[in-house]
């Protein structure tokens, strides 16, 4: 079993930055594929960004440029660094792990281990 805690959230205003930790217990993710997603109230959750276990990142055209996914493998923790934040960026923020890969994920449906999330308002 894998244990995601995420931390980093909170509230700042329209264009500063955040950086999120996942940190993850019980195996080494080092090959994992991890990703982030967000969910809005009243909306679905969302993908925002996922990184394979040989480092290859993706993310959706509404975060590119802006987040940035990274991993310390020692620490057995992934990051996400997100820059000039928008209100319409706030949400829960949940990390989640996928069986180790070579490819990058998506959809909610191919994670296994879900973190608890962590809130992020982007006040405008």
């Known amino acids: 079993q894998v244990q995601l805690v995420e931390s980093g959230g909170g509230l700042v205003q329209a264009g500063d930055s955040l950086r999120l930790s996942c940190a993850a217990s019980?195996?080494?993710?080092?090959?994992?594929?991890m990703g982030w997603f967000r969910q809005a109230p009243g909306k679905e959750r969302e993908f925002v960004g996922t990184i394979s276990g040989i480092g290859l990142t993706y993310y959706p055209d509404s975060v590119k440029g802006r987040f940035t996914i990274s991993r310390d493998n020692a620490k057995n923790t992934v990051f996400l660094q997100m820059d000039r934040l928008k209100p319409e960026d706030t949400a829960v923020y949940y990390c989640a792990a996928a069986d180790p890969s070579f490819s990058y994920r998506t959809r909610t449906s191919e994670y296994n281990y879900w973190g608890q999330g962590t809130q992020v308002t982007v006040s405008s």
């Open positions: 019980g195996r080494t993710v080092s090959r994992y594929t």
